[in-house]
């Protein structure tokens, strides 16, 4: 089953065009995902105030008459022994190893720090085809020339005229932005059709939205420790609508109570929630029948990590 409701764009012109995968890097919480669907005009990656909210590498994508950008979304890189922390770091690694071109966001209301520097000189190798976009600049006490001194200081190949200040939020910035990533992009054809938006398949999508709901209801009790499982799905009624057994998956058998609520409150709003999501985002009405269940431990079972990252 594949998500038929894609994006009509402008046709491209003939000669001359451009294509690229983009790796999107940065802190947790500097606004990647927020900023990958600005870029894409729909829904394509979850948006929590959760940290770490992405777990897989999310691609976006934009066509415009210049080309074709494929926007790889990925975790949020921070400093952590744990375990599912290491995949991510892998997954983002692979990112950048495999697209021709980077983008760095930072995060111009936070000051940079040993944190920063650790991704900087992860990317220092690949500053030749990387631009920096500094977001957030809306917000109070944000300090672009304080990042703009860290990257000279850290990044000095990367010239200044890739700097972009931009604010993912306002919608500022963004257009200069998309017009550097095509002029620094080599010339091909489009890497997918050129009415898709993304490449993610349903179950990824319905399991997204699920956990995007479920987590911004729960970030103070749950906010890492759940993921999700579509156990089932089938269209109905003449493929007008869409069934979908779901679970909310914890890690112990006394977080399930927090998921439920009380007298199931909790998971009916996360049920109702995730549901507008998709119905907006697919062209089936979606029915979700949504549960809990207990796997013990999860984040430490490295056979489930895999599945669940490298997607």
């Known amino acids: 089953m594949t998500d038929e409701k894609k994006k009509s764009t402008t046709p491209p012109q003939a000669g001359g065009r451009r294509s690229a995968f983009v790796a999107i890097i940065g802190r947790p919480s500097v606004g990647k995902s927020t900023l990958l669907n600005l870029l894409c005009g729909e829904k394509v990656?979850?948006?929590s105030p959760v940290p770490q909210t992405t777990r897989n590498t999310i691609r976006g994508i934009i066509n415009r008459p210049e080309g074709q950008l494929v926007f790889v979304d990925t975790p949020g890189r921070h400093n952590s022994e744990k375990k599912m922390n290491k995949k991510l770091m892998d997954a983002s690694d692979r990112a950048m190893g495999e697209s021709e071109l980077i983008l760095y966001v930072l995060d111009a209301s936070r000051s940079p720090g040993p944190e920063e520097e650790a991704i900087a000189k992860t990317i220092e190798p690949f500053a030749d085809r990387t631009v920096a976009a500094i977001n957030k600049t809306d917000l109070p006490g944000a300090d672009v020339s304080s990042i703009k001194s860290f990257l000279q200081k850290t990044l000095p190949a990367i010239p200044e005229d890739r700097y972009l200040v931009i604010s993912a939020r306002e919608n500022q910035g963004t257009q200069e932005l998309i017009d550097m990533l095509f002029k620094m992009a080599p010339q091909g054809d489009p890497l997918y059709p050129e009415d898709y938006y993304t490449d993610q398949d349903v179950q990824f999508r319905v399991e997204e939205i699920i956990r995007e709901k479920a987590i911004n209801r729960l970030r103070e009790e749950l906010p890492h420790s759940l993921y999700i499982d579509v156990a089932d799905m089938e269209l109905k009624d003449n493929g007008t609508r869409l069934w979908v057994r779901a679970f909310i998956a914890v890690e112990r058998e006394s977080q399930k109570g927090m998921v439920v609520g009380k007298d199931g409150k909790m998971i009916k709003a996360i049920?109702?929630?995730?549901?507008k999501d998709l119905d907006a985002i697919f062209d089936w009405k979606v029915e979700l029948d949504l549960r809990v269940?207990?796997?013990?431990?999860?984040?430490?079972n490295d056979r489930l990590l895999k599945k669940l990252i490298d997607r």
Request: aromatic share 6%; no cysteine; hydrophobic share 45%.
């Open 45 to 47: 990656a979850i948006v």
């Open 271 to 275: 049920r109702q929630a995730a549901q």
């Open 293 to 300: 269940k207990t796997v013990k431990d999860w984040r430490h």
